[in-house]
């Protein structure tokens, strides 16, 4: 009977440290998805100075519109590659 305890309670510390790492995991794919999606708006803003700058003419748009208006798609195109479609 006492090792049956023993067995059960190994068997709990397990389950409880994957519990841990489960969590652990979609934290970390989960901060994943908002750094690659900062990273990719801000490029967007980036780029969107830089051809506000060599247009001989005025944008339709400001660049931090342009930035804005990529949110959706990067955050789309960052959640596919760590979380998956």
Do not use: H
């Amino acid at each position: 009977m006492t090792r049956e305890l023993q067995k059960q309670a190994v068997l709990q510390t397990v389950n409880r440290r994957a519990d841990i790492q489960l969590r652990l995991q979609s934290t970390v794919e989960g901060l994943s998805v908002a750094a690659v999606t900062y990273y990719i708006v801000g490029q967007v803003a980036y780029g969107a100075k830089s051809a506000a700058a060599w247009a001989s003419r005025s944008m339709p748009t400001s660049p931090l519109a342009s930035a804005s208006l990529s949110l959706p798609s990067s955050l789309r195109a960052a959640c596919a590659a760590f979380i998956g479609s």
